[in-house]
């Protein structure tokens, strides 16, 4: 009983620059739903996974601000109506794999039929930005995953992996400082080249239990961070460049929109048809890496 | 696939330091109009100490639960840390990656393999994470799960002493919060005797602005809760009543069977106002008020954690005890409302006989 991506909703203002996360998202669910054969009253959770808001608010979840902005049951106060459970779920680009398999539980366990996971990075941070951020590209997503119609389709073999050893090589995070704000990102020089690492043990220890290699994927939908990620990757696991989606448009990582975006792509594009399969690869901050395989 | 989830191991954690309400009050520049203490209930609670911060109250909350559990750090393939507040460090620090939950995965030790993650959820935190929990366990992704949360909040009081105005403050409820961590190691049963026999949350997003906790504006810096109270607390109650009511009823849950209830604490007359409610919505009395747990007043409002620091408080004093049955109500802002009922195995006697204070 496998969960799938039945709607992808992407929305990107190129001409603003800190549009709060809410105002994405919601433009992002709006496309989603409307792409969508369900309603906005049969969803049962909304994941919120961004990182990066507009506003630094610890309480209450981001997600339920969405919820109520949305207006996905958000009128609802008897537990015995449509309803939403909203919440936050916070582990940097691995956090998308992490939420579908949240809901691809749910769904297994049936206490769920339809979840929306939603991110909206954007670059508003509070106080005075020191030691930028590896850069980001501002969009809001929403992805409704639902019961995949058929056995063997959608979602399958998640998996994750971390790397202790590289905890501090990436750190972002807030201070207050003599009267002032600051947004602060501390990284290794050599942080790209420790995120290739990363996908590469991950990939190889996934591809050694499910015993196959990785030409037998279709297409591989990995960690939209750079160019040169995306080619070192390819490269240190051998794997044929042309199968290797890179949307970074020249250094804009996607962080946790990558893995819906890479797939509304491929799809839309006509990259892949009826039982092909992605390999689907996340590495980020902790250093963690994740994998999953997508059949279509 | 396990048919129930159990709590195999609880870990609590309250640091040393205690503030009573008097020395709260006192160092606020405008003194509230009401006697805090007399209004809520709480005489003191336990506040972090220098160099205390979420990752250390974490931190010394799964160290208690690996020393009661008879598992092993190397055992658990799922840890989720839901605290609300992500202060990790001098100068209102507050880290938004790497998550807390990969940090503390390392400090233990934990699988590389494990699946670790932070959640946000208000004080519903701890409850969303184990819903999550118990979802994985039993849809067989994962076989020993750590949930955790390390609430360092009184940051929030000592600004509010600062800022609080005269007259009602929406900072009123800054003045009830204490510092807490909590930690339950979760595993999958096919005895459907034991655990949870039910977890269900949802938001009511409508009042999702009704407490909101930021950054002060103020050039103290920090942060700061505002909670419109009068509008809040009434809703809350409402919701959650009514909720825990219905899956009562739904369940077809005796109450008579069930020993406890442990509804979020934040202050007494909540508490029992909780109590009363689930009973006007069920249209008898059948929660009796000596079941209603009250572990407010030494405690305070220790957020997402206030549950698990009651169960642990009430197991210590022999309160709950073995194989005891707990009904429980989850309120937080959002509204977010949730219910869960569980039985307990002997895990409080085990924790008796770590604590050297046999039954």
Known sequence: MASRLESIGVYRDASASGVPTVELVKNAINGCIHDSTHRKNEIDYIIHISNYRAKEIVEPAMAVVIQRAAQINSDTESSEKDRTLSFDLMNGSVGFLQAVQVIDSFIAIQKAKVGLVVSGNTKSHIGTVIEPHLGFREMGVAALVDQAPDAGRGFSDFYFCGFPEFFGDYESYVYFREGEWFSCGVQSPAIIDLYVQAAESSVNEYLRRLGRSIRSFDVVIAQQITPAFISKTCAALGGEKAKFIDLTENSDDLQSASIPVGLKHVVENGLVKEGNQALLISVGAGIQGGCATYTF | ?359
């Open chain 2, 1 to 359: 696939m396990a048919v129930h989830t159990f709590i195999e191991s609880l870990g609590v954690y309250l640091p040393h330091k205690r503030v009573s309400t008097k020395e709260v009050v006192d160092g606020c520049v405008h003194r509230p109009r009401v006697d805090v203490e007399d209004q809520t209930g709480i005489r003191s609670r336990a506040a972090a100490g220098e160099g205390e911060y979420c990752t250390e109250i974490a931190t010394q909350a799964i160290a208690k639960c690996f020393e009661i559990s008879r598992r092993k750090p190397s055992e658990i393939d799922l840890l989720i840390s839901c605290s609300i507040s992500r202060c990790s460090g001098p100068e209102f620090k507050f880290t938004a990656e790497p998550s807390a939950a990969a940090g503390l995965a390392a400090t233990f030790g934990i699988h590389r393999n494990a699946m670790t993650f932070d959640i946000s959820n208000a004080c519903a935190g701890m409850f969303t994470g184990v819903l999550l929990a118990d979802a994985l366990l039993k849809a067989g992704a994962v076989k020993k799960a750590i949930v955790v949360s390390g609430e360092y909040l009184t940051h929030i009081t000592w600004n509010a002493q600062k800022e609080l105005e005269e007259g009602i403050s929406p900072q009123f409820a800054s003045l009830t919060v204490g510092d807490a961590g909590a930690a339950v190691l979760m595993e999958g049963t096919d005895d459907s005797s034991l655990g949870f026999s039910d977890v269900d949350l949802f938001s009511s997003a409508k009042y999702c602005d009704l407490c909101i906790g930021t950054t002060s504006e103020k050039k103290h810096g920090g942060y700061v809760m505002y909670t419109e109270s009068q509008t809040l607390l009434p809703n809350l109650i409402m919701i959650s009543s009514e909720h825990i009511a219905n899956r009562i009823k739904k369940l077809g849950i005796d109450v008579s069977e069930y020993n406890h209830f442990i509804t979020h604490q934040i202050a007494s007359k909540y508490v029992k106002g909780v109590g009363q409610m689930v009973n006007m919505h069920l249209g008898s009395n059948q929660l009796a008020p000596e079941k209603v747990i009250d572990n407010t007043q030494d405690r305070g409002n220790t957020a997402s954690t206030s549950h698990f620091v009651a169960l642990w408080d009430q197991i210590l004093n022999g309160t709950i005890k073995s194989f005891d049955k707990i009904l429980f109500g989850v309120q937080a802002s959002g509204i977010v409302s949730g219910f869960a009922s569980y039985t307990l195995d002997d895990l409080p006697s085990r924790i008796h006989r770590h604590e050297n204070r046999a039954v």
